[in-house]
Nanobody, 123 residues
Framework: QVQLIESGGGLVQTGGSLRLSCAAS????????MGWFRQAPGKEREFVAA????????NYADSVKGRFTISRDNAKNTVDLQMNSLKPEDTAVYYC????????????????WGQGTQVTVSS
């Protein structure tokens, strides 16, 4: 059983930056491919970014490409999401998730989820 705890959310102005972090415990972190998702009020949870088990391959939603960067540290059991040039439409609860198989894009492929951290971007 893997436990995931996100941190780093908050309130930021348009154009600002935040760094989210997700700490994993209870499993072999390097066995898992990691992803970040977000969910805005009244909307479905959507893919943001993902990385493979070694952090050598990354994927991004078109809406965040060039602004967000996912990275992981297998020695520290963490996966981070650096978010730059934030926009009001980035406002959402952000979740990290872990999977072992399947496409990075679909929420159903992820086995474990964190509790989420709120990111609010003011205009």
């Amino acid at each position: 059983q893997v436990q995931l705890i996100e941190s780093g959310g908050g309130l930021v102005q348009t154009g600002g930056s935040l760094r989210l972090s997700c700490a994993a415990s209870g499993g072999t972190f390097s066995n898992y491919r990691m992803g970040w998702f977000r969910q805005a009020p009244g909307k479905e949870r959507e893919f943001v970014a993902a990385t493979n088990s070694r952090g050598t391959i990354t994927n991004y939603a078109d809406s965040v490409k060039g602004r967000f960067t996912i990275s992981r540290d297998n020695a520290k059991n963490t996966v981070d999401l650096q978010m730059n040039s934030l926009k009001p439409e980035d406002t959402a609860v952000y979740y990290c998730a872990a999977r072992q198989t399947g496409s990075f894009y679909y929420t159903g492929n992820y086995d474990y989820w964190g509790q989420g951290t709120q990111v609010t971007v003011s205009s």
